[in-house]
């Protein structure tokens, strides 16, 4: 496993650290970035956020489809959490904090911005880390492209709707157009421009050679891309998460018992089917991560960079990126404990 990898979470912390205090006690900083923007919006964030999501469907086996047949409860009980109950969840939690718990201490109009930001970012999964994060598991590659490949696309049909539901039922109205251009954007375009290029490059150079040096190049770059992007994005907020430090915290609760909740149903509904490790770890691990990247341009392209609906994004971004390390601890720590099912599938597809 690479160095990176072994120590993601210290990546990650340093990259948040850094940004903040590079923003908040250097703010020309954010007045140098401001430099380069386009109708007020980042053409840094813009760029590696692109990239990062780009490479990422590159990576994606979009044949994967023909693999679907050997994981059908992981997939099934992966499809239920993430587009039925993890929704459901994340409102009920979000509402019952930020309209019960917090009302003496969030305004309502605030506690409305925020709650457009939790949706925001928990309605999509898929991290640009998650292969990262399945790697770390050791999970089954076939099992998790064919759930990545499979999310991405269900995405594009579901996101936009399932947003715009739960928002109407909160009595919030959305630019529901600017959200359909971003995501064509953002995930329509890459998608297919990641098709072009995976299917160029295999033409030309051959599986192998797409295998062994396409995508670990893809990946470092990848990777850096994400670090890069996290450092700019906390750099941008860094005063909102220092001056609302208390909100941050309280608007990160619903989303930690969140992730939680959907981590721990599908490991061990996977687990009760007796699923080995490798599969059920990959399932549980893609079905809690969320698609940070995308939701974090929707939400700065759509209402702006000193929007509170930041606050809800930047608090998913903050805690998903740590919460995710710990929940592959957890993943890697009940491997022998999990050692039958793993004996019971080794005829998996690898």
């Not at 409860?73 to 939690?93: H, M």
């Not at 907020?237 to 609760?253: A, E, G, R, T």
């Not at 599969?279 to 509170?308: R, T």
């Amino acid at each position: 496993m690479l160095i990176y990898e072994r120590i993601l979470a210290v990546w990650v912390s340093i990259s948040m650290l850094l940004g903040i205090i590079i923003g908040y006690f250097f703010p020309a900083a954010v007045t140098f970035l401001d430099k380069f923007q386009i109708a007020n919006l980042s053409i840094p964030l813009l760029a590696l956020s692109w990239i990062t999501i780009f490479l990422s469907m590159v990576k994606i086996d979009f044949k994967s489809h023909n693999d679907l047949k050997a994981f059908p409860e992981a997939l099934g009980v992966s499809y239920l959490i993430n587009w039925i109950l993890k929704p459901l969840t994340i409102y009920y939690l979000a509402n019952t904090f930020f309209f019960g718990y917090y009302k003496n201490i969030i305004p309502y109009d605030l506690a409305s911005n925020y709650l457009v930001g939790v949706m925001l970012v928990s309605l999509a999964p898929n991290s640009s880390l998650v292969f990262n994060f399945c790697d770390m598991i050791s999970a089954n590659p076939l099992y998790s492209f064919a759930q990545i490949s499979t999310n991405n696309l269900i995405l594009i049909f579901v996101y936009i709707p399932l947003f715009t539901l739960f928002t109407k039922i909160s009595g919030i109205s959305m630019p529901l157009n600017s959200f359909m251009v971003l995501l064509f954007a953002y995930i329509v375009f890459p998608l297919f421009t990641g098709m072009i290029t995976k299917s160029f490059i295999l033409r030309i150079y051959g599986k192998k050679a797409f295998k062994r040096s396409f995508i670990p190049a893809f990946k470092n770059l990848a990777n850096i891309c994400i670090i890069l992007n996290i450092i700019t994005t906390f750099i941008y907020q860094s005063k909102v998460l220092v001056d609302n430090f208390l909100h941050i915290i309280l608007i990160s609760v619903p989303l930690i018992i969140n992730c939680l909740i959907v981590f721990f149903i599908v490991f061990f509904v996977c687990h009760n089917l007796k699923l080995p490790n490798e599969i059920s770890g990959s399932a549980a691990i893609i079905s809690s991560s969320n698609f940070l990247e995308l939701s974090y341009i929707m939400a700065v392209s759509v209402f702006g960079l000193k929007s509170p609906v930041l606050s809800g994004v930047i608090a998913g971004v903050l805690i998903n990126y740590l919460l995710m390390v710990f929940l592959v601890e957890i993943t890697n720590s009940t491997k022998n404990i999990l050692q039958n099912n793993s004996n019971a599938f080794k005829n998996l597809p690898q």
